[in-house]
């Protein structure tokens, strides 16, 4: 068998940001509104500073009303609270992202609680996870990763997910639980491995279609792949690189890149597959948020 095709999340990112372009310009002739993303940062987390500078880039080159609210560490609850709800508050602003993980002296689930749904850009408040999970998918708002891996994830397949044997390693709130609500509604047959479960490696050995985010790094190898699968590799580990130089690392995934590439049928590297989607989907969601909160119709989705 040949080696697997490569799927580029950055080429996939671009086109679905240049028809949010498209649309946002749309909305903005049409009724004079344009898009509002508010990033809330709290801290000074290096990775954290990268990803909301590459949502801010995005949310202007998307043409969208894009602000910042950085806070210290030390940041009293009391104030990221009073902050969200001023943004709750605030007509411009249609979607609101805190940026995670938050300083240990924060209550996440009470901070992200106080984000209104229709403003929860991340996915992450339960009504939106509420009405995933009764599948209907039209009224919530969906978590950015798994979107963007399912979106990968069918067109390597060619448009269809019907049929296919799906296994996702890993059960976070974050990916796991809402990636295998969306591919139940993409008629495919789930399972949701982790840690605890038995005879893991015969269990990924049956997926059709394998979605790895279980955080530890290259867990996953060839020989754990049924040939001719699609794997979407959503993992962002950081391992010693020794090659390049004394203390310097590199990023791989939860899947070892190079054996599986020798079997399956199409595979997303690290970096550069999932990561750029998830940005691009949170674009998404942001648009979607201001079309329903002028209680503009539906457009037809991004995939």
């Not at 609680?113 to 919530?140: M, R, Y």
């Not at 949701?192 to 005879?199: C, F, Y």
């Not at 690290?270 to 691009?280: E, F, K, R, S």
Request: glycine share 10%; charged share 20%; aromatic share 2%.
């Amino acid at each position: 068998m040949s080696e697997a095709t490569i799927i580029d999340g950055k080429a996939t990112a671009a086109s679905v940001t240049d028809e949010i372009s498209a649309r946002a310009t749309r909305l903005v002739e049409e009724t004079g509104v344009k898009p509002g993303l508010a990033v809330v940062l709290v801290g000074e987390d290096p990775a954290s500073q990268v990803y909301v500078r590459n949502k801010g880039r995005m949310a202007e080159k998307c043409g969208f009303h894009s602000v910042q609210h950085n806070l210290p560490a030390d940041a009293a609850e009391i104030d990221i609270l009073s902050l969200v709800t001023q943004l709750n508050n605030d007509p411009e602003i249609h979607g609101i992202l805190v940026q995670l993980p938050l300083p240990a002296h924060i209550d996440e689930g009470k901070v992200l609680q106080l984000i209104k749904p229709e403003k929860d850009v991340d996915g992450f408040h339960p009504v939106n996870v509420g009405l995933l999970g009764a599948g209907q998918t039209e009224k919530a708002l969906v978590p950015c990763t798994p979107a963007g891996s399912v979106l990968l994830a069918k067109r390597a397949a060619g448009g269809d997910l019907t049929g296919l044997n799906a296994v996702i390693v890993g059960r976070s709130n974050i990916v796991g639980k809402p990636v295998a609500q969306l591919l139940l509604q993409e008629n495919c047959t789930v399972t949701i491995a982790h840690s605890r479960t038995r005879n893991l490696q015969e269990v990924v050995k049956g997926a059709d279609l394998l979605i790895a985010a279980v955080g530890r790094p290259q867990m996953i190898t060839g020989d754990w792949i049924k040939e001719g699968a699609i794997i979407i590799d959503v993992g962002i580990n950081r391992i010693p690189a020794p090659e390049k130089g004394e203390g310097k690392t590199r990023l791989v995934g939860d899947v070892d890149f190079d054996t599986a590439k020798t079997v399956a049928k199409a595979i997303t590297p690290v970096p550069g597959g999932v990561g750029p989607m998830t940005i691009a989907m949170l674009m998404a969601n942001t648009l979607t948020a201001a079309r329903r909160q002028q209680n503009l119709a539906e457009e037809p989705p991004l995939f």
